[in-house]
């Protein structure tokens, strides 16, 4: 970690109520259509070893030699504010724990592309969004020991220029580390995808209402290396401070169904909250 930094802003007390922990079956194999139904019911579909140990290796290089600038053209990296100032002048060790963010990396990196594109993956998101799956967002967060922020309660669709109502979106969250309780793992609210589109407020980051979320009953879902959660787009979801000494790294993947026209930006700020302009996710 970085020499001298402050910890990372704090979230409220009680925003993330863990009452529950979430798993799922073991491999792409063992999803049938009992797990296909839960995931229609609760919004959230988990398997435990989705990826080898191997990809999950080829991936996280893939990210690690991203961060050390091995591709001069990839200009999508976000340090965590509290060291942005000081990334120049850190080592490369120094440089992953300070990186917050990772955008479209997929063109940069046959590793990362192919954990994205993995068949077994294409196909179930094809069976949960009843189409012919395109991924139209690659991303990695990253919770660096300490200083890793919490990403706040939201909703994935509210920054997408979708119709919220009538276009599937599968959200699909990769672990590099294992991903705690402790070290910022997601949480989630099961089956708040049916109450649809919640307003958002711009706060620590666009997200749903801090009085909304506090004090509600939540699930973690802890995940191996190699581990993945696919959610939907409506899901209420967000990810705590990791206040640890241990990474939580993750990929996150987004899908729509193939040839999805998108709306206009005012349109989804009418529907979503109107501070939601030039928002990412």
């Known amino acids: 970690m970085p020499a001298s930094v402050e910890p990372a802003f704090d979230h409220p007390a009680d925003l993330y109520n863990a009452r529950d922990v979430l798993t799922g079956v073991q491999h792409f194999s063992d999803v049938d259509e009992s797990q296909l139904a839960a995931f229609r019911d609760t919004g959230i579909l988990?398997?435990?070893?989705?990826?080898?140990?191997?990809?999950?290796?080829?991936?996280l290089q893939g990210l690690l030699d991203l961060i050390d600038g091995k591709n001069p053209e990839f200009k999508g990296l976000q340090f965590e504010?509290?060291?942005?100032?000081?990334?120049?002048e850190f080592t490369s060790e120094q440089r992953q724990d300070a990186v917050r963010k990772l955008m479209g990396f997929c063109d940069f990196d046959a590793r990362l592309k192919a954990m994205s594109h993995h068949p077994s993956l294409l196909a179930l998101v094809g069976k949960l969004i009843g189409a012919a799956p395109e991924m139209f967002q690659d991303m990695a967060l990253l919770k660096p020991p300490r200083i890793g922020r919490e990403k706040p309660w939201h909703q994935d669709l509210a920054?997408?220029?979708?119709?919220?109502?009538?276009?599937?979106?599968?959200?699909?969250?990769?672990?590099l580390d294992e991903a705690t309780a402790?070290?910022?793992?997601?949480?989630?609210?099961?089956?708040?995808?049916?109450?649809?589109?919640?307003?958002?407020?711009a706060k620590r980051d666009w997200q749903l209402c801090d009085a909304q979320m506090q004090g509600r009953p939540c699930a973690v879902v802890p995940l191996k290396p190699g581990g993945l959660m696919l959610f939907d787009g409506l899901i209420q979801h967000g990810t705590p401070t990791n206040h640890s000494t241990s990474r939580r790294r993750a990929l996150q993947f987004h899908y729509r169904?193939?040839?999805?026209?998108l709306t206009p930006p005012e349109v989804r700020l009418q529907v979503w909250g109107a501070e939601g302009k030039n928002v990412d996710c």
């Open 46 to 59: 988990v398997i435990e070893s989705a990826f080898t140990l191997a990809e999950r290796d080829a991936g």
């Open 81 to 88: 504010p509290v060291v942005a100032d000081r990334a120049s």
């Open 159 to 175: 920054y997408f220029d979708v119709d919220a109502q009538s276009t599937p979106v599968v959200g699909c969250w990769i672990a």
């Open 182 to 201: 402790g070290n910022g793992c997601m949480h989630v609210i099961p089956g708040s995808h049916k109450a649809g589109p919640q307003p958002h407020f």
């Open 257 to 261: 169904p193939a040839g999805t026209k």
